[in-house]
Nanobody, 125 residues
Framework: VQLQASGGGWVQAGGSLRLSCAASGERTFGTYVMGWFRQTPGKEREFVAGLGRFGASTDYADSVKGRFTISGSNAANTVDLQMNNLKPGDTAVYYC??????????????????WGQGTQVTVSS
């Protein structure tokens, strides 16, 4: 599967952005576990949100719970991350990843074997 992330940009604190991860390949995204992670310079990649296989489950990092929503579209073969009430601490490069085995979301980036190229999100105070 090939992943293409888009939708990043600059926004003021309290604003919203929607990230999209387009999947292409033989299998539809619904047959993978999909995750969004983020990374800032000098830090490890951090789990943000995940969507279980066939959309059966979701998981969110405590820092984004109630503000971010992950969703999938079978028709478009995309997994989106709606980000509301953004804070300066959300500033990072955001990556979407696909986990090819298992059904549940993992918060460990090593379990995701396919990655998009990353999209920058900048939130100013």
């Amino acid at each position: 599967v090939q992943l293409q992330a888009s939708g990043g940009g600059w926004v003021q604190a309290g604003g919203s952005l929607r990230l999209s991860c387009a999947a292409s390949g033989e299998r539809t995204f619904g047959t993978y576990v999909m995750g969004w992670f983020r990374q800032t310079p000098g830090k490890e990649r951090e789990f943000v949100a995940g969507l279980g296989r066939f959309g059966a489950s979701t998981d969110y990092a405590d820092s984004v719970k109630g503000r971010f929503t992950i969703s999938g579209s079978n028709a478009a073969n995309t997994v989106d991350l709606q980000m509301n009430n953004l804070k300066p601490g959300d500033t990072a490069v955001y990556y979407c990843g696909a986990k090819l085995r298992g059904f549940g979301v993992s918060r460990t980036d090593l379990e995701y074997t396919e990655w998009g190229q990353g999209t920058q999100v900048t939130v100013s105070s």
